[in-house]
């Protein structure tokens, strides 16, 4: 090949990892179109997901004032090693290992879309590197009030 990649087909001159639009002609055909069979129709009989509830002013209010405590507990403890909270989970049990940026975008989306989306559980976490928002709380009531 001559040319790099990103300078060859109806996308050249674009930059490595741009979308480019795709006609419609140049797809391949559906293989299933007009067939009775297709496995694709089980799909239209799936319950529609429900929209979730808007977000009361006061659940609106909570999650921001959330999002400023997380700002500042983050700056409080992120030097000393701490990597983010640790949620104990009422639906599973478990402990959810939380770190701050991805909490910070959980708790943002909870904010703009009414849920929190769904996300890979954080790989073989090192429990003594998170802490529970109570512990945050109280070490920032101690530092806040020592001045």
């Known amino acids: 090949m001559d040319q790099p990649y990103h300078m060859l087909g109806p996308h050249r001159g674009q930059k490595p990892g741009t979308v480019c639009v795709v006609p419609q002609d140049a797809l391949p055909p559906d293989p299933f179109a007009g067939d009775p069979h297709d496995p694709a129709r089980a799909l239209d009989s799936l319950p529609a997901e ?14 921001v004032e959330d999002l400023s405590d997380l700002a500042v507990y983050q700056a409080l403890l992120e030097n000393r090693g701490i990597r983010g909270l640790v949620v104990d989970c009422a639906d599973c049990g478990e402990q ?21 989306r769904r996300h890979e559980p954080a790989f073989d976490p090192d429990p003594t590197h998170y802490v529970t928002w109570e512990y945050c709380r109280g070490y920032a009531d101690a530092v806040f009030s020592t001045g």
């Open 50 to 63: 429900d929209e979730p509830e808007p977000l009361t002013a006061e659940e609106r209010d909570e999650i």
């Open 96 to 116: 959810h290992f939380h770190e701050w940026n991805l909490l910070r975008a959980s708790l943002q989306q909870l904010l703009d879309e009414g849920q929190m």
